[in-house]
């Protein structure tokens, strides 16, 4: 089992940056797919980012170049930096992780944290 805890969500202006954090609790986290999804209003949850236990790391095309996904095993944790941000990113982000074993799995998530950019 694992539980993932986001923070680092808020408001901030066009153009600006933020950097997310997920804290996860649980085994073998070095040896699990992480990845940070979003989503708006009335729109599906998609992940925009992620990173495999082996440390390939992916992007959606509106993301990459401005956000950057990184994790820290020895304590368990997960980032997401976002530089440029533009009012379109404006979602409620969340943290997810998969089982041991799998090479792209976004089987746990976390509660999700707001994020606004004002125009």
């Known amino acids: 089992q694992v539980h993932l805890v986001e923070s680092g969500g808020g408001l901030v202006q066009n153009g600006r940056s933020l950097r997310l954090s997920c804290a996860a609790s649980g085994t073998d986290f070095s040896s699990r797919f992480v990845g940070w999804a979003r989503q708006a209003p009335g729109t599906p949850r998609d992940v925009i980012a992620s990173?495999?236990?082996?440390?390939?790391?992916v992007y959606i095309d509106s993301v990459k170049g401005r956000f950057t996904i990184s994790r820290d095993n020895a304590k368990n944790m997960v980032y997401l930096q976002m530089n440029s941000l533009k009012p379109e990113d404006t979602a409620v982000y969340f943290c997810t992780s998969g089982r041991v074993g799998r090479y792209s799995d976004a089987f746990y998530w976390g509660q999700g944290t707001q994020v606004t950019v004002s125009s």
């Open positions: 990173i495999t236990a082996q440390g390939d790391a």
